[in-house]
């Protein structure tokens, strides 16, 4: 992800914590939030994946005047070339995902991100052919350039679709 | 409510439900708020007839954050210092999901966890592990 600015909206916060399942008040409410430890609305621990939204570039979101290679008329909008699993459009799979929380993420921190690329190394995958990993590292800076989060992502590339155990039934 | 250190013993756990039945609607509802909108997770058409999947799946990180939520209701509100972890197995509409944190050592004001979320049939679908602040 490019450097840029992620403001941390009370909004965004309460449905990032919905769409987890997550009805801690500490969320969504500010006055209830405010008699906790916490002191006021905070966000969920995996709350800065969703810096995608404000990344302008970002390559998982639909954007205006560009093709989507998701369906419509057809199953896809986009004729793809060559191959690979699990990509779709070439995002590949989340593999790993590490944070570590430097103080608490609140709302109304505005944050900057900035990405550096990581180790690279390949793996011969039982369910789904070559494997190729690839880790990057994201810092995410507080308005004083005080670092809040860093977060440590792996994904990875696979030649083909994950093959999937037999069903239960099968057994 | 923060744990606190002279009442954790290595090796006790805490174990909680994630979800029952996952819903498409839900990981829609990830896909909205994380602004992760790959079709992987949302379109059925795309994800079975191009990705060759047999249906549409979850984000790893909507397990991620499921299991977060397992792991703040124990540690309590902003004490997590470390969260980390592995997708073992992928995420589909109709699992059911359980994670359970496992304390591996209690030092210096930290509590350290080992921390898995398995479906309905066993199979680990993440392993990691984090840290908290605790009490003394």
Do not use: C
């Not at chain 1, 369906?71 to 593999?95: P, W």
């Not at chain 1, 929380?101 to 190394?121: E, I, N, Q």
């Not at chain 2, 790959?38 to 990180?61: K, R, W």
Request: proline fraction near 5%; charge should be negative; charged fraction near 25%.
């Amino acid at each position: 992800m490019a450097a840029k600015t992620f403001p941390i909206e009370a909004g965004h916060i309460m449905m990032f914590a919905r769409s987890v399942g997550d009805d801690n008040p500490v969320y969504y409410d500010a006055e209830a939030a405010k008699k906790t430890e916490a002191g006021g609305i905070i966000a969920p621990p995996t709350f800065v994946q969703s810096s995608a939204q404000f990344d302008p570039d970002y390559f998982l979101r639909p954007k205006v005047g560009q093709p989507w290679f998701g369906s419509g008329k057809n199953a896809t909008g986009v004729v793809r070339t060559g191959g690979g699993g699990g990509g779709g459009g070439g995002g590949g799979l989340h593999a790993e995902q590490h944070y570590e929380y430097h103080r608490p993420l609140r709302a109304g921190d505005v944050l900057t991100a900035t990405t550096f690329p990581g180790k690279t190394w390949e793996k011969e995958g039982r369910r789904s052919g070559k494997l190729v990993f690839s880790e990057s590292v994201t810092e995410y800076r507080d308005q004083k350039g005080e670092l809040v989060v860093t977060a440590r992502g792996v994904g990875v590339r696979t030649e083909r679709p994950v093959e999937q155990p037999a069903k239960k039934e099968e057994a | 409510m923060a744990l606190s250190a002279s009442k954790l013993r290595v090796g006790e756990t805490h174990t909680a439900r994630l979800v029952e039945d996952l819903k498409r609607t839900q990981i829609v509802q990830y896909a909205g708020a994380s602004g992760d909108y790959n079709p992987l997770h949302t379109d059925e058409i795309f994800t079975t007839q191009v990705a060759g999947y047999p249906s549409v799946f979850a984000h790893g990180m909507l397990t991620m954050g499921m299991t977060g939520k397992m792991l703040t209701d124990y540690v309590g509100d902003a004490r997590l210092t470390k969260y980390g972890v592995r997708f073992t197995s992928q995420v589909w509409p109709g699992d059911t999901l359980d994670a359970t944190a496992t304390v591996t050592e209690v030092a210096d004001g930290v509590v350290k966890l080992d921390v898995s979320t398995k479906n309905q049939d066993g199979v680990e679908v993440l392993s990691g592990y984090a840290e908290a602040r605790v009490d003394a």
